[in-house]
């Protein structure tokens, strides 16, 4: 019954790739990597304006339509070829290989730039003691990141210490976790700080609504516009929303799912990361709002003048809301702080992605790998964004990795997985045999017609959007936006596809039996489904049944 593997396997060996200690280590990583800036400083606006209180209704049918089912297939994947995206994708189908680089590239640029966020965050941390900012939040923020604006944007290699000084130290604090491994160094420091963040946020929201004009706040966000339903743009940005949120088609959620026990609940996880995920959304929602409506009625202006999102909210709004309420440094300390810790169980999880690749590709051992990853990474990101330029690079560079790297990305890998190879059958069966959550043919109609369909029509209402405004990107110079944005874009395709055609060493990863010493699964068999066998004990064991 058994196929072959689809790779000659070095007798005995296996690979010495790490482990989650169990359900709950993975849960807590996965959440890590969720919650992270996309809920503090991306969902309350992107509610606001799609709708409010209404905006729910699409969110919710986006996660249970897209968000949850691409979790799943990400989770498949990662679980039953158990390796890196590159390997996993290749095991999968051997020419799939290139989708696993280009998330490994996506991943890369996106960790370059994150980490010069959490380095801000971490400064501002400290500043809110005392109010660094005085009554000028916007000219300090310009004056501290010594930021190159619009039009001035350009090469510079001009540092700027203070962000260099906390960059480094961003940088030092992921090399230890990540050398400490996956369960002592991710899943360790998720089970301490996703925690110790809602408890921090949960505070920040109570003081938030005891300020006057939270409830303006809170009535301006959650105040339905149910004509916003009949936009398609508003539904497109429920969906853009939650595929962000959840961290869906980074290579992440697959790269984590591949230290899981091979006899693991898949679907019943998800279905608490994507809960826990939208929950903290939501309370996102709340805390920000309130302080927004403390703000608006502070200044006497209407809410829609103070919504912002981003870098905006975090360090130009929230510094005035802190210069404003009475005990604002406490507010100052949990919100930043609480920026900091959910950019960093996310910073991680991406970085993982990059040195799992690594490691299976040159079957080299935790700390090797770590280490050949993160420290030319650091430098590059040092080098590059404690510098003058590093908030126009930060903002093209984010603009495209997210609305053309991963929507492209999860776009192709949709069409791939179910009309290309043909493996949805699979993957479901897979997800099924130790799932608590049954998956049907709904699922494969959300993966195979549903999310291609949103993903598509976002990529094309980007590029529309983007052709047809009056100025190029936020008044960058053209050749800037060029080069960081549509250049890099589209070369991180062109290096996947380079880096698929390398072959693998003869002591990779890819060679060797899993962690556990079992045969990796054949690769998926076009439209076939898995036969059930009674005396199969993990997913792994399942086969296709034979022509
Ligand atoms: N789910 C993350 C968020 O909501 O912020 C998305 C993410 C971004 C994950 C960047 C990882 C990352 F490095």
């Not at 508003?234 to 006899?263: D, P």
């Not at 650091?378 to 790297?405: I, Q, R």
């Not at 060797?512 to 079992?518: C, I």
């Given at each position: 019954?058994?196929?072959?593997s689809?790779?000659?396997?070095v007798?005995?060996?296996?690979?010495n790739?790490?482990?989650f200690?169990g359900?709950?280590?993975?849960?807590?990583?996965?959440?890590?990597?969720?919650?992270?800036?996309?809920?503090?400083?991306?969902f309350?606006?992107?509610a606001?304006?799609?709708?409010?209180?209404?905006?729910?209704?699409?969110?919710l049918?986006?996660?249970?339509?897209?968000?949850?089912?691409?979790?799943?297939?990400?989770y498949?994947i990662?679980?039953?070829?158990?390796g890196?995206?590159?390997?996993?994708?290749?095991?999968?189908?051997?020419w799939?290989?290139?989708?696993?680089?280009?998330?490994v590239?996506?991943?890369?640029?996106?960790?370059?730039?994150?980490?010069?966020?959490l380095a801000?965050?971490t400064n501002?941390?400290?500043?809110?003691?005392?109010?660094?900012?005085?009554?000028?939040?916007?000219?300090?923020?310009?004056e501290?990141?010594?930021?190159?604006g619009?039009?001035?944007?350009t090469?510079s290699f001009d540092?700027?210490?203070?962000?260099l000084?906390?960059?480094?130290?961003v940088?030092?604090?992921?090399?230890?976790?990540?050398?400490?491994?996956?369960?002592?160094?991710?899943?360790a420091?998720?089970?301490?700080?996703?925690?110790l963040?809602?408890?921090?946020?949960v505070?920040?929201v109570?003081r938030s609504?005891?300020?006057?004009?939270a409830?303006?706040?809170l009535?301006?966000?959650?105040?339905?516009?149910w004509?916003?339903?009949?936009?398609?743009?508003v539904w497109?940005?429920?969906?853009g929303?939650?595929?962000f949120?959840?961290?869906v088609?980074f290579?992440?959620m697959?790269?984590?799912?591949?230290?899981l026990k091979?006899?693991?609940?898949?679907?019943?996880?998800?279905?608490?990361?994507?809960?826990a995920?939208?929950?903290?959304?939501?309370l996102?929602?709340i805390?920000?709002f309130?302080?927004?409506g403390?703000?608006?009625?502070?200044?006497?202006v209407?809410?829609?003048?103070?919504?912002?999102?981003?870098?905006?909210l975090?360090?130009?709004?929230?510094?005035?809301?802190?210069?404003?309420?009475?005990?604002?440094?406490?507010?100052?300390?949990?919100?930043?702080?609480?920026?900091v810790?959910?950019?960093?169980?996310?910073l991680?999880?991406?970085?993982?992605?990059?040195?799992?690749?690594?490691?299976?590709k040159?079957?080299?051992?935790?700390?090797?790998?770590?280490?050949?990853?993160c420290?030319?990474?650091?430098?590059?990101?040092?080098?590059?964004?404690?510098?003058?330029m590093?908030?126009?690079?930060?903002?093209?560079?984010d603009?495209?990795?997210?609305?053309?790297?991963?929507?492209?990305?999860?776009?192709?890998?949709?069409?791939?997985v179910t009309?290309?190879?043909?493996?949805?059958?699979?993957l479901?069966?897979?997800?099924?045999?130790?799932?608590?959550f049954?998956i049907?043919t709904?699922?494969?109609?959300?993966?195979?017609v549903?999310?291609?369909?949103?993903?598509?029509?976002?990529?094309?209402?980007?590029?529309?959007?983007?052709?047809?405004?009056p100025?190029?990107?936020?008044?960058?110079?053209?050749?800037?936006v060029l080069?960081?944005?549509?250049?890099?874009?589209?070369?991180?395709?062109?290096?996947?596809?380079?880096?698929?055609?390398?072959p693998?060493?003869?002591?990779s990863?890819l060679?060797?039996?899993?962690?556990?010493?079992?045969?990796i699964?054949?690769?998926?068999?076009?439209?076939?489904?898995?036969?059930?066998?009674?005396?199969a004990?993990?997913?792994?064991?399942?086969?296709?049944a034979?022509r």
């Amino acid at each position: 019954m058994s196929a072959p593997s689809p790779s000659p396997v070095v007798a005995g060996a296996k690979a010495n790739r790490g482990a989650f200690s169990g359900r709950t280590a993975f849960i807590f990583a996965a959440i890590g990597s969720a919650v992270g800036l996309g809920n503090i400083w991306r969902f309350p606006a992107v509610a606001y304006e799609n709708g409010g209180g209404a905006f729910i209704l699409p969110y919710l049918i986006a996660l249970l339509t897209a968000g949850i089912p691409l979790l799943f297939l990400d989770y498949a994947i990662g679980h039953r070829w158990r390796g890196s995206a590159p390997a996993a994708w290749r095991r999968f189908k051997r020419w799939t290989e290139f989708i696993g680089w280009w998330q490994v590239l996506i991943a890369l640029v996106i960790a370059l730039y994150y980490a010069l966020i959490l380095a801000w965050a971490t400064n501002y941390t400290f500043f809110s003691l005392d109010q660094r900012w005085g009554d000028d939040p916007d000219g300090f923020f310009g004056e501290y990141t010594q930021a190159l604006g619009g039009a001035d944007a350009t090469i510079s290699f001009d540092v700027v210490p203070a962000v260099l000084v906390s960059l480094v130290i961003v940088w030092l604090a992921v090399i230890v976790v990540m050398a400490l491994g996956v369960q002592k160094g991710i899943a360790a420091s998720s089970i301490v700080f996703i925690p110790l963040l809602v408890l921090m946020f949960v505070i920040l929201v109570v003081r938030s609504l005891f300020l006057p004009g939270a409830i303006d706040g809170l009535q301006a966000l959650f105040q339905p516009n149910w004509a916003a339903l009949l936009d398609p743009t508003v539904w497109i940005a429920a969906y853009g929303q939650i595929f962000f949120s959840l961290s869906v088609a980074f290579g992440i959620m697959l790269t984590y799912s591949s230290y899981l026990k091979k006899k693991t609940d898949l679907t019943g996880s998800g279905l608490v990361v994507g809960f826990a995920n939208s929950s903290f959304e939501i309370l996102c929602g709340i805390g920000v709002f309130s302080a927004l409506g403390f703000m608006a009625q502070a200044q006497g202006v209407a809410i829609d003048e103070v919504v912002t999102d981003g870098v905006g909210l975090a360090f130009i709004a929230f510094p005035t809301i802190i210069s404003e309420a009475p005990a604002g440094a406490l507010i100052g300390v949990l919100f930043f702080g609480s920026l900091v810790l959910a950019g960093f169980t996310s910073l991680i999880s991406i970085v993982e992605v990059v040195i799992a690749a690594i490691q299976d590709k040159f079957g080299l051992a935790r700390v090797s790998s770590t280490l050949l990853v993160c420290i030319p990474l650091a430098v590059v990101s040092t080098a590059l964004f404690s510098t003058t330029m590093g908030l126009p690079l930060l903002d093209v560079l984010d603009k495209w990795a997210n609305e053309y790297g991963i929507v492209a990305a999860a776009l192709v890998s949709t069409i791939v997985v179910t009309y290309v190879v043909r493996g949805l059958p699979t993957l479901r069966d897979h997800l099924n045999h130790q799932g608590t959550f049954r998956i049907r043919t709904w699922w494969l109609v959300c993966v195979g017609v549903i999310a291609p369909l949103v993903l598509g029509a976002s990529l094309v209402l980007s590029t529309i959007d983007l052709l047809t405004a009056p100025t190029t990107y936020e008044e960058y110079p053209g050749w800037f936006v060029l080069v960081f944005g549509w250049l890099m874009a589209i070369g991180l395709v062109v290096i996947a596809i380079g880096l698929s055609l390398i072959p693998w060493p003869a002591g990779s990863n890819l060679h060797k039996d899993d962690s556990d010493g079992d045969p990796i699964a054949p690769e998926a068999v076009a439209g076939r489904g898995l036969v059930t066998t009674p005396e199969a004990a993990t997913p792994h064991e399942l086969r296709s049944a034979p022509r």
